[in-house]
């Protein structure tokens, strides 16, 4: 009977969907050693983008290199859209797909590419092998067990973790927010901004740029953080910690900053939040938004793998929240009204206001 059952076109598929489970580790590893190399700026090459062989890559980056190895990385992570494979009778070329692009250094020296290598910095690593220990006891994250600190707080202590941290979430937010700005217009009538966890800046200039208005912004992070952002033309970098209190404003901005925490977490920063608006201000967050439902679609899978992240780096029960569980915490610190802008497939804009 299970002999016959496992024949079945069903179980077949099944088997072969595990299979391709219990191997996914290859694909993030894969990619993050195309980083490494540097491949997607050689390739690039100033915009060329020609097709290449492993071989050719290899002459740009590391002419030592085994071509056969690097061949076999790029021809997997092809069959997940990051390459685009030129198949001929003598050969097999590579070059960027849409997808493979967002790796490519621009003319900031930004990229997705510092992402993909801040998650796979050893650290993180050794957090990974623990995720169940979230289950079996969520006081303390997978990544304070592996490396015995909270994330943060062992980011700002180890300079070339913070640096990449910041490259990273440069690299994610400047493009987020070119799109964010042509999609959302809340910060009508602002002249001060607060921008609460800002790391290097990147937001509060690209808004300033936008909205001439603003005559005055506040970058507010942790200490060593502000410590090494860029100077900004009318932005202070100011060293604090949102758990104490918020640099007041007309308006404050967050990016990415409420997803990390626990919900307890959550309102203590939300409250300093609203003690430090005026009546009417607003709250405007930018954070990801799990949909209701699960399905196997590429956002739905984004934002539920970056949770399983949170889970794992950040908060053991930090969290992406539903658009409902957003709204509940917002009531309880005191803002009654909020609106969700869907402006990115993977931020939402939230607007909390007094
Ligand atoms: C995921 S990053 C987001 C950075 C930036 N908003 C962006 O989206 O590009 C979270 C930020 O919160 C900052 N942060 C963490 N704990 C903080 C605290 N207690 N007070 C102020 N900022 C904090 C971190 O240093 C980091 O820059």
């Excluded at 690299?171 to 609460?196: A, N, Q, T, W």
């Amino acid at each position: 009977m299970v002999e016959k059952e496992e024949a079945t076109e069903s179980r077949n598929q099944a088997r072969l969907t595990i299979m391709e489970l219990a191997n996914m580790i290859s694909v993030p590893m894969a990619l993050n050693a195309v980083v490494r190399l540097n491949v997607p700026d050689a390739i690039w090459h100033a915009g060329a983008n020609s097709p290449l062989s492993a071989a050719e890559i290899l002459a740009r980056v590391h002419p030592d290199g085994d071509a056969e190895n690097l061949q076999r990385l790029l021809r997997m992570l092809a069959s997940y859209g990051v390459f685009h494979e030129h198949l001929t009778a003598a050969q097999r070329k590579y070059s960027l797909t849409d997808v493979g692009k967002t790796l490519v250094t621009d003319d900031q020296g930004l990229s997705y590419a510092h992402y993909v290598l801040q998650h796979h910095q050893e650290e993180l690593m050794r957090a990974w092998a623990l995720v169940h220990e979230a289950v079996v006891d969520p006081r303390k994250e997978p990544f304070e067990r592996a490396n015995g600190e909270a994330a943060y707080r062992y980011y700002v202590k180890k300079p070339e973790m913070n640096e990449l941290m910041q490259k990273a979430m440069s690299g994610i937010s400047v493009p987020f927010m070119r799109v964010m700005l042509e999609g959302y217009d809340g910060f009508h009538g602002v002249e001060k901004l607060v921008d609460v966890g800002g790391s290097a800046g990147d937001c509060l200039r690209m808004i300033l740029h936008k909205h001439p208005s603003i005559n005055q912004a506040i970058n507010f992070d942790l200490p060593q953080v502000v410590a090494n952002a860029p100077p900004i033309p009318l932005v202070t970098h100011v060293p604090g910690d949102m758990f104490k209190t918020v640099p007041q404003g007309d308006a404050i901005f967050m990016k990415w900053v409420l997803t990390t925490w626990t919900d307890e977490e959550c309102k203590c920063i939300m409250q300093n939040c609203h003690k430090a608006l005026p009546e009417g201000g607003k709250l405007i967050a930018c954070e990801p938004v799990l949909p209701e439902h699960s399905d196997e679609s590429h956002r739905t899978r984004a934002l539920l793998e970056a949770d399983i992240f949170v889970m794992t780096i950040y908060r053991a029960k930090g969290k992406h929240r539903t658009e409902q569980q957003f709204r509940q915490l917002a009531l309880s610190v005191g803002f009654p009204h909020f609106r969700a802008f869907h402006v990115d497939h993977f931020y939402t804009v939230l607007e909390f206001q007094k």
